[in-house]
């Protein structure tokens, strides 16, 4: 497949910060592990610390064919067949001498910040992890958005914990003081990236989509859902993507995918739910083989839902850290997150909606059968189910998974040729 | 005039009647006996019924159907997650639970957390609320949060019922709750010293009794209880004596624990139901004036250790096994958990190293609150007490008490 310049831009980005991590023990650099939903890379960074965070680790160890022997690892150690394979796979990782995803050791960490965003889980993952490492672990309670919207005293609960647990918490360990002069600009620069992002993603408004928003989008949310947020490289990244993805929408190109670039794309999808990471590019293949490009997912919002509008403000640096954590995708209740389904379908003017439905995230899945049935009652497109696992190879069916999405695809083309609820054929250089 | 014997019989046939009765007409007919009752149900682990209460509302436990059929709720669910959701979407969808004003979902998971959002979608006229427990590890900013949660709860739900939630209704629950915990944690002492005299078979059904009578009624019965099984207290066994962890949240069938214990394993502690004493001692301790305040102290500062909160304490999961051993005279533990259940299965690896490590016996299987056949549990657990009872404590229940 062909890489374009944002991806290998990227990629350079990444090695720096996992070279930089390791070296971290010699040069003196503290690391803070935390995870990437209510991630908060500029206050971390503006302590002169190094996030790093065990879900990407995960992800990686997926896309390099690493996660099987992991978890076999951590299930050997008395980890149930039933739970979140993330966390088997980065403890298996752990108990396999800790090698990351790009080779290199990664190092212990000096703080665990538990940022408990969205997810169960987390709690629990730290609870493991806390048993292994000799090092301070500092809890953030992100309240659920149970009733739609983060109340305004959950808003406060969370700045309270940032400024009396949080802060002091990276203080001891840095030795530095809380410099939210510093933590400003961070945030100014975030916004910046985010409105590149922004723009990016919105891209696929248009016909043919520029970029693929799903197996694409996970490369692009890479950089600001990680260690950049905040950072110049971050700005300078999302710069040189946005403007790769306006050239693209000027010439008329889709993007590429593992079957080419896919210009002639025959269905619009939206897609919920986190991609496969163990057959990434057989499972993208399936898609793009079809002409099938994604126009909206939620997964590329878990680290944050800026393209409903939420940007980092500099003038209200605790608060602004407040409302991004209460915003991730996965901290907000059933019905916000099929009211964000529904929105992308008309808006992004999908033919079709599909939910991969990964074992083992509950916080995604359970539900997803009901948001399924509801998005269709809402838009009157037809929705597609399939199911697989994050990064757990054995429970990834190609066949299964090929069959369910050939036989989605012919029912749109059937669909389509009995003009029933069809965006009609793919025009190049419409607009919708 | 009744036999100790025929009033124990007595109390545990209401008891087990109330257990089975997946209509919830005991909380109908509750509601039909004066115009204007309310009924609110809650899901596992831990919603504070005395808010509840209180607000003038029946707190009603909602633990799943049991063996019940299930037709619509599977439709819901995927195969990999739990049992429980699908049998209260059941429950639901079956028009059983009609009756009920308010649903409340704390925050034992994400399949209960995503629950709360499918109920306002399935039921618009119910008033739903996930209950968000406070988890972090400095006491003064959790019990403020977690005192206005409780006070937010408690405004919504009187201004369904109508009541004025004053100080005075808040302690006269407190007080009554604080009662129920207290007889609680009687019927487990007394299980503790005397297993014989508190089959957890009987223990187990009064409890799920408790979660849905009024607590006025289910305090009056368990002093009973208490009162003739002291009186008759039962043929004394020779039975190993176990802990039971991980059952916390969906709820094994009764044949399960009946059979665990008929194959030799007499369960001396457990964690079903644990949100009936989830905090130990009274909420009156009389160190706080306002009673939410007095509430939120209680779970910040006594709450018993589970998955559901997170434990600040480093060493906290390992200690947690052996401590519930040594407290409860127990020889061995039994590591039961419903399948695909986050919180129990995660805590394992933790709790299960803890209790190796203290040298404890240990077995460990998964059930589903619908599991039918209890073979491989009789074996596991018999062969489990065998052991016990040949090569670790071979001096016998009685001896050993």
């Not at chain 1, 993007?255 to 057959?279: K, M």
């Given at each position: 497949m062909n890489k374009d310049r944002s991806m290998l831009l990227q990629k350079e980005m990444i090695a720096r910060h996992f070279d930089r991590l390791e070296a971290a023990p010699q040069t003196g650099e503290k690391v803070v592990y935390t995870f990437v939903p209510g991630n908060l890379t500029?206050?971390?960074?503006?302590?002169?610390?190094?996030?790093?965070?065990?879900?990407?680790?995960?992800l990686q160890s997926g896309m390099r064919g690493k996660s099987r022997a992991y978890i076999a690892e951590a299930e050997k150690a008395g980890h149930s067949a039933d739970v979140c394979t993330y966390v088997k796979a980065d403890i298996g990782m752990m108990m396999s001498g800790n090698i990351g995803p790009t080779g290199t050791r990664l190092p212990p960490p000096d703080l665990l910040l538990l940022s408990y965003t969205g997810c169960y889980t987390f709690m629990k993952w730290f609870e493991l992890l806390r048993e292994q490492y000799d090092c301070p672990t500092v809890f953030l309670q992100v309240p659920y958005q149970g009733d739609g919207s983060l109340l305004p005293e959950h808003r406060e609960?969370?700045?309270?914990?940032?400024?009396?647990?949080?802060?002091?918490?990276?203080?001891?360990?840095?030795?530095?003081?809380?410099?939210?002069?510093?933590?400003?600009?961070?945030?100014?620069?975030?916004?910046?990236?985010?409105?590149?992002?922004?723009?990016?993603?919105?891209?696929?408004?248009?016909?043919?989509?520029?970029?693929?928003?799903?197996?694409?989008?996970?490369?692009?949310?890479?950089?600001?859902?990680?260690?950049?947020?905040?950072?110049?490289?971050?700005?300078?990244?999302?710069?040189?993507?946005?403007?790769?993805?306006?050239?693209?929408?000027?010439?008329?190109?889709?993007?590429?995918?593992?079957?080419?670039?896919?210009?002639?794309q025959q269905f619009r999808l939206v897609v919920e739910g986190p991609p496969n990471w163990t057959s990434f590019n057989e499972f993208w293949q399936m898609f793009s083989d079809e002409g099938a490009v994604v126009v909206a997912s939620t997964y590329t919002k878990v680290g944050g839902t800026y393209d409903f509008g939420f940007r980092h403000d500099p003038s209200d640096p605790l608060g602004t850290l407040a409302d991004y954590c209460g915003g991730c995708y996965t901290n907000h209740n059933l019905p916000g997150r099929i009211d964000m389904l529904v929105q992308y379908v008309k808006e992004y003017q999908?033919?079709?909606?599909?939910?991969?439905?990964?074992?083992?995230?509950?916080?995604?899945?359970?539900?997803?059968?009901?948001?399924?049935?509801?998005?269709?009652?809402?838009?009157?497109?037809?929705?597609?189910?399939?199911?697989?696992?994050?990064?757990?190879?054995?429970?990834?069916?190609?066949?299964?998974?090929?069959?369910?999405?050939?036989?989605?695809?012919?029912?749109?083309?059937?669909r389509r040729r009995a003009g029933v609820g069809a965006a009609g054929p793919v025009q190049q250089g419409s607009t919708p | 005039m009744m036999s100790p014997r025929q009033r124990r019989s007595a109390i545990v046939a209401w008891a087990r009647d109330l257990y089975e009765d997946l209509d919830f007409l005991s909380v109908r007919r509750w509601l039909d006996a004066e115009p204007g009752?309310?009924?609110?149900?809650?899901?596992?682990?831990?919603?504070?019924?005395?808010?509840?209460?209180?607000?003038?509302?029946?707190?009603?436990?909602?633990?799943?159907?049991?063996?019940?059929?299930?037709?619509?709720?599977?439709?819901?669910?995927?195969?990999?997650?739990?049992?429980?959701?699908r049998s209260v979407v059941e429950l639901g969808q079956s028009g059983r639970l009609d009756a009920f004003s308010a649903m409340l979902f704390p925050s034992t998971c994400d399949v209960i957390r995503n629950l709360s959002g499918m109920w306002k979608l399935l039921r618009p006229s119910v008033y739903v609320r996930y209950v968000d427990l406070p988890q972090v590890n400095v006491a003064e900013r959790a019990m403020?949060?977690?005192?206005?949660?409780?006070?937010?709860?408690?405004?919504?739900?009187?201004?369904?019922?109508?009541?004025?939630?004053?100080?005075?209704?808040?302690?006269?629950?407190?007080?009554?709750?604080?009662?129920?915990?207290?007889?609680?944690?009687?019927?487990?002492?007394?299980?503790?010293?005397?297993?014989?005299?508190?089959?957890?078979?009987?223990?187990?059904?009064?409890?799920?009794?408790?979660?849905?009578?009024?607590?006025?009624?289910?305090?009056?019965?368990?002093?009973?209880?208490?009162?003739?099984?002291?009186?008759?207290?039962?043929?004394?066994?020779?039975?190993?004596?176990?802990?039971?962890?991980?059952?916390?949240?969906?709820?094994?069938?009764?044949?399960?624990?009946?059979?665990?214990?008929?194959?030799?394993?007499?369960?001396?502690?457990?964690?079903?139901?644990?949100?009936?004493r989830l905090i130990r001692g009274p909420v009156d301790d009389g160190q706080e004036q306002d009673p939410?305040?007095?509430?939120?102290?209680?779970?910040?500062?006594?709450?018993?250790?589970?998955?559901?909160?997170?434990?600040?304490?480093?060493?906290?999961?390992?200690?947690?096994?052996?401590?519930?051993?040594k407290e409860s005279g127990a020889d061995g533990v039994i590591f039961a958990a419903p399948s695909f259940c986050d919180p129990a299965l995660l805590d394992r690896p933790m709790l299960r190293a803890g209790a190796e490590a203290a040298g404890l016996p240990c077995i460990a299987f998964e059930y589903a609150e619908n599991t039918g056949q209890f073979q491989q549990f009789r074996e596991?657990?018999?062969?489990?007490?065998?052991?016990?009872?040949?090569?670790?404590?071979?001096?016998?229940?009685?001896?050993?008490?």
């Amino acid at each position: 497949m062909n890489k374009d310049r944002s991806m290998l831009l990227q990629k350079e980005m990444i090695a720096r910060h996992f070279d930089r991590l390791e070296a971290a023990p010699q040069t003196g650099e503290k690391v803070v592990y935390t995870f990437v939903p209510g991630n908060l890379t500029e206050l971390i960074r503006s302590f002169g610390a190094l996030p790093l965070l065990p879900e990407i680790n995960a992800l990686q160890s997926g896309m390099r064919g690493k996660s099987r022997a992991y978890i076999a690892e951590a299930e050997k150690a008395g980890h149930s067949a039933d739970v979140c394979t993330y966390v088997k796979a980065d403890i298996g990782m752990m108990m396999s001498g800790n090698i990351g995803p790009t080779g290199t050791r990664l190092p212990p960490p000096d703080l665990l910040l538990l940022s408990y965003t969205g997810c169960y889980t987390f709690m629990k993952w730290f609870e493991l992890l806390r048993e292994q490492y000799d090092c301070p672990t500092v809890f953030l309670q992100v309240p659920y958005q149970g009733d739609g919207s983060l109340l305004p005293e959950h808003r406060e609960y969370i700045v309270r914990q940032l400024r009396e647990d949080v802060i002091p918490a990276l203080e001891r360990v840095t030795g530095r003081p809380y410099d939210e002069d510093k933590l400003r600009e961070m945030l100014a620069l975030s916004a910046k990236a985010e409105d590149d992002l922004v723009a990016v993603l919105h891209a696929a408004k248009q016909r043919p989509s520029p970029i693929d928003s799903y197996f694409g989008g996970v490369y692009y949310i890479g950089p600001i859902f990680s260690a950049f947020r905040g950072t110049p490289e971050g700005v300078e990244y999302y710069e040189a993507l946005r403007e790769e993805v306006e050239q693209r929408l000027a010439d008329g190109e889709g993007p590429e995918t593992p079957s080419g670039r896919l210009d002639d794309q025959q269905f619009r999808l939206v897609v919920e739910g986190p991609p496969n990471w163990t057959s990434f590019n057989e499972f993208w293949q399936m898609f793009s083989d079809e002409g099938a490009v994604v126009v909206a997912s939620t997964y590329t919002k878990v680290g944050g839902t800026y393209d409903f509008g939420f940007r980092h403000d500099p003038s209200d640096p605790l608060g602004t850290l407040a409302d991004y954590c209460g915003g991730c995708y996965t901290n907000h209740n059933l019905p916000g997150r099929i009211d964000m389904l529904v929105q992308y379908v008309k808006e992004y003017q999908a033919d079709g909606f599909l939910i991969n439905s990964v074992k083992s995230c509950n916080s995604f899945s359970a539900g997803q059968l009901m948001i399924l049935r509801e998005v269709e009652k809402r838009t009157g497109i037809p929705g597609g189910f399939i199911e697989s696992d994050l990064v757990d190879p054995r429970y990834f069916s190609a066949a299964n998974i090929k069959n369910r999405l050939e036989s989605y695809f012919q029912m749109l083309r059937e669909r389509r040729r009995a003009g029933v609820g069809a965006a009609g054929p793919v025009q190049q250089g419409s607009t919708p | 005039m009744m036999s100790p014997r025929q009033r124990r019989s007595a109390i545990v046939a209401w008891a087990r009647d109330l257990y089975e009765d997946l209509d919830f007409l005991s909380v109908r007919r509750w509601l039909d006996a004066e115009p204007g009752r309310h009924a609110a149900g809650i899901l596992p682990v831990y919603v504070p019924r005395e808010i509840v209460h209180a607000a003038g509302m029946l707190p009603v436990g909602i633990h799943g159907g049991g063996s019940m059929e299930i037709i619509r709720g599977d439709a819901f669910y995927q195969s990999y997650i739990c049992h429980l959701p699908r049998s209260v979407v059941e429950l639901g969808q079956s028009g059983r639970l009609d009756a009920f004003s308010a649903m409340l979902f704390p925050s034992t998971c994400d399949v209960i957390r995503n629950l709360s959002g499918m109920w306002k979608l399935l039921r618009p006229s119910v008033y739903v609320r996930y209950v968000d427990l406070p988890q972090v590890n400095v006491a003064e900013r959790a019990m403020d949060f977690w005192q206005g949660e409780l006070a937010h709860l408690g405004r919504d739900l009187a201004a369904i019922t109508g009541v004025e939630l004053d100080e005075a209704r808040l302690w006269a629950s407190i007080r009554l709750y604080d009662r129920s915990r207290a007889l609680v944690e009687q019927l487990y002492q007394a299980r503790r010293e005397q297993p014989w005299r508190v089959p957890s078979e009987e223990l187990y059904v009064l409890l799920r009794a408790g979660e849905v009578v009024p607590v006025e009624e289910w305090n009056e019965r368990a002093e009973e209880y208490l009162e003739v099984s002291a009186e008759d207290p039962g043929r004394v066994r020779d039975n190993a004596r176990v802990v039971l962890v991980g059952a916390f949240c969906e709820q094994p069938p009764l044949g399960l624990i009946k059979t665990i214990e008929r194959a030799g394993c007499t369960i001396v502690d457990d964690d079903l139901l644990i949100g009936n004493r989830l905090i130990r001692g009274p909420v009156d301790d009389g160190q706080e004036q306002d009673p939410l305040r007095a509430m939120a102290r209680a779970l910040l500062s006594r709450s018993r250790r589970t998955s559901i909160l997170y434990e600040p304490d480093p060493t906290g999961k390992r200690r947690l096994v052996p401590e519930l051993v040594k407290e409860s005279g127990a020889d061995g533990v039994i590591f039961a958990a419903p399948s695909f259940c986050d919180p129990a299965l995660l805590d394992r690896p933790m709790l299960r190293a803890g209790a190796e490590a203290a040298g404890l016996p240990c077995i460990a299987f998964e059930y589903a609150e619908n599991t039918g056949q209890f073979q491989q549990f009789r074996e596991q657990a018999g062969t489990f007490s065998d052991g016990i009872k040949l090569w670790i404590a071979p001096t016998g229940e009685e001896g050993r008490t």
